[in-house]
T-cell receptor, first 118, second 109 residues
Framework: GAVVSQHPSWVICKSGTSVKIECRSL??????MFWYRQFPKQSLMLMAT?????????EQGVEKDKFLINHASLTLSTLTVTSAHPEDSSFYIC??????????????FGPGTRLTVT | GQNIDQPTEMTATEGAIVQINCTYQ??????LFWYQQHAGEAPTFLSY??LDGLEEKGRFSSFLSRSKGYSYLLLKELQMKDSASYLC??????????WGAGTKLIIKP
């Protein structure tokens, strides 16, 4: 089956530093990847849609200069949290959209990255 | 606007059956998804419905009524490991998932 990996699985960084999170589709090509954020006791919130070879589309309220997304290949998208602050501490999850199959686009989720900013 | 509604929390007994309801409003419709999420983990895919009716997959079944904008997830023979949040998500005309807040299911022995 389709597998999506994320690296790192957890990271602790100091306030003001930048953190890069990688999302890879291991056995399929993903033209579209999604980045989500989940705060404790809240549902997943879509941050941005990443299309290979083009600029990401950010959801309202998400700062594109703070959350840099690069989808350089069909199997890799990266999210860089720049100048991280404690309020950016969250669980970041990526997903990759599979090919259309009888009208179905399933999304395959990565295991998530827990970011803690001290 | 787009909206997904599902109960915040439900409690059920091990071995019993529980039904989690979901109503949706999306701009266009390309299917209704159910995901399971354990605390601290990413969601995992449970089911997808795009046509009306019941889809059965082992202990889990999912139902859809497009005319009513309604779906439910049915879990049978509940096990303690089924304690998790269950997320309902509608796919809109742009193939984006619109998420509900999730239903926390608590299983008691």
């Amino acid at each position: 089956g389709a597998v999506v990996s994320q690296h790192p699985s957890w990271v602790i960084c100091k306030s003001g530093t930048s953190v890069k999170i990688e999302c890879r589709s291991l056995d399929f090509q993903a033209t579209t990847m999604f980045w989500y954020r989940q705060f404790p006791k809240q549902s997943l919130m879509l941050m941005a849609t990443s299309n290979e070879g083009s600029k990401a589309t950010y959801e309202q309220g998400v700062e594109k200069d703070k959350f840099l997304i690069n989808h350089a290949s069909l199997t890799l998208s990266t999210l860089t949290v720049t100048s991280a602050h404690p309020e950016d501490s969250s669980f970041y999850i990526c997903s990759a959209r599979g090919v259309e199959r009888e009208g179905l686009y399933e999304q395959y989720f990565g295991p998530g990255t827990r970011l803690t900013v001290t | 606007g787009q909206n997904i509604d599902q109960p915040t929390e439900m409690t059920a007994t091990e071995g019993a059956i529980v039904q989690i309801n979901c109503t949706y409003q999306t701009s266009g419709f390309n299917g209704l998804f159910w995901y399971q999420q354990h605390a601290g983990e990413a969601p995992t895919f449970l089911s997808y419905n795009v046509l009306d009716g019941l889809e059965e997959k082992g202990r889990f079944s999912s139902f859809l009524s497009r005319s009513k904008g309604y779906s439910y997830l049915l879990l049978k023979e509940l096990q303690m490991k089924d304690s998790a949040s269950y997320l309902c998500a509608g796919m809109d005309s742009n193939y984006q998932l619109i998420w509900g807040a999730g239903t926390k299911l608590i299983i008691k022995p």
